[in-house]
C-alpha cells in the first residue's frame, strides 16, 4: 500500500518463509530501493528475534550510501520495524552502525586516508564510546621492524600502531583480567603500490584503498561493544601504513627484524600485509596474554 504525504511511506507484510536467507533478502531489496530517498519503510516481515536482526540489518546495508559528488547530498530514508521487540532493532541498529563505520573508512580514498588519519579517526570513536586507545609512531616504532619496514616507504607521516581497548562497564579494569581476552588484529595498508614489487597490472592497484579493510573491520567490530557490553574483555591492534614506491622502500634481498627478534628476508615487497600482521601478533603473544587471537586482512 502506498500513501502519499510529506514523505513518500510503504509498507510491507510478511513472507511466509522461515529461512533466514530471505528475511536477508528482502531487507536488502528494500534498502536497495529506496536508497537516496526521503522515504521511510515500514516491514512488518519479520516477527522471531534472528528474523528481525537478519532483516534489519540487511534493510540498513542496502540502503547505505557513500559519496564525495559535488552536487546535493542525498537523502536519507527512514527504515522502520514493526514489532514490539524493541532490543532486537536496537541490536540490529547497532551492527549496522559498526559497519557503516568500517564501509566508511574504506572507501575515503587514499589522499585524504593515511595512518595518521586513521589514528585520527579510532580517537574520535573512542573519545565517543569511552574506549581507551593508545597510539605509537615515530622513535616510539622501533620495535616493530615490519611495521617500519612496510610504512616508512612514505614517511610524511609514516606508520601508525593503534591500540585500543574495551571492557565492560559493569566490570571496569579491576575486574576485567578475570574474564576471556580477545585480541583483533587488523591489516591497515591505506594504500598498496606493491612498493619495489610494483603490481601489475596497473588497474588492480585502482581498489588498494581497501587495503586496510582488516583495520576498519576490527574498528568497526569494537565501536559496536560499547553499545552491547558483551562480558568480554577485547583489544583491537591497527597496524596502519602505506605500502608506496619511494627512495626510503624497502628492498626484496632486505632482512628486518620482527617485533620479538625474528628475522625475515623480503622476497616481495608486495607481500607487505604479513609483515605489519606478524608485528601485531608477536605484540599480541607477549605483551596482552590473549585467550583467542583473531587477524583480519
Known amino acids: 500500500m502506498h500513501e502519499q504525504s510529506d514523505v513518500e511511506r510503504i509498507y510491507l507484510v510478511g513472507l511466509g518463509d522461515e529461512s533466514l536467507t530471505a528475511y536477508r533478502a528482502a531487507g536488502a531489496a ?33 540502503a547505505y550510501v557513500w559519496n564525495m559528488k559535488s552536487e546535493k547530498t542525498a537523502e536519507i530514508p527512514s527504515i522502520v520495524i514493526a514489532t514490539k521487540d524493541l532490543e532486537s532493532v536496537k541490536l540490529a541498529s547497532v551492527i549496522a552502525e559498526a559497519l557503516y563505520t568500517a564501509r566508511d573508512l574504506i572507501h575515503t580514498p587514499s589522499n585524504i586516508k593515511n595512518p595518521k588519519w586513521m589514528a585520527d579517526e579510532a580517537k574520535k ?37 593503534i591500540e585500543l581497548t574495551y571492557v565492560p562497564k559493569k566490570i571496569g579494569k579491576a575486574g576485567a583480567t578475570a574474564l576471556p581476552h ?62 608506496a614506491l619511494s627512495g626510503t622502500s624497502q628492498r626484496p634481498s632486505d632482512v628486518i627484524t620482527q617485533y620479538g627478534g625474528t628475522t625475515v628476508e623480503i622476497i616481495n615487497t608486495d607481500a607487505e600485509g604479513r609483515l605489519v600482521l606478524a608485528d601485531g601478533l608477536a605484540y599480541a603473544d607477549k605483551k596482552l596474554d590473549p585467550d583467542y587471537l583473531v587477524d583480519i586482512a
Open 30 to 62: 528494500i534498502g536497495r530501493k529506496v536508497r537516496g530517498k526521503a522515504v521511510e519503510v515500514i516491514s512488518l516481515c519479520a516477527e522471531s528475534k534472528s528474523q528481525i536482526k537478519a532483516h534489519a540489518v540487511s534493510a540498513l546495508l542496502g
Open 125 to 161: 570513536l573512542a573519545d565517543e564510546r569511552g574506549l581507551a586507545i593508545k597510539v605509537l609512531s615515530g622513535k616510539e616504532l622501533a620495535p616493530f621492524g615490519g611495521l617500519r619496514a612496510v610504512g616508512n616507504s612514505s614517511p610524511n607521516p609514516g606508520p601508525r600502531f
Open 182 to 243: 580477545v585480541v583483533i588484529v587488523g591489516k591497515g595498508i591505506t594504500y598498496d603500490t606493491g612498493g619495489v614489487s610494483l603490481k601489475r597490472p596497473y588497474d588492480i592497484m585502482a581498489p588498494m584503498k581497501s587495503d586496510m579493510a582488516g583495520s576498519a573491520a576490527a574498528l568497526g567490530t569494537i565501536s559496536a561493544l560499547a553499545d552491547l557490553q558483551p562480558n568480554i574483555r577485547v583489544t583491537v591492534l591497527m597496524m596502519c601504513a602505506e605500502n
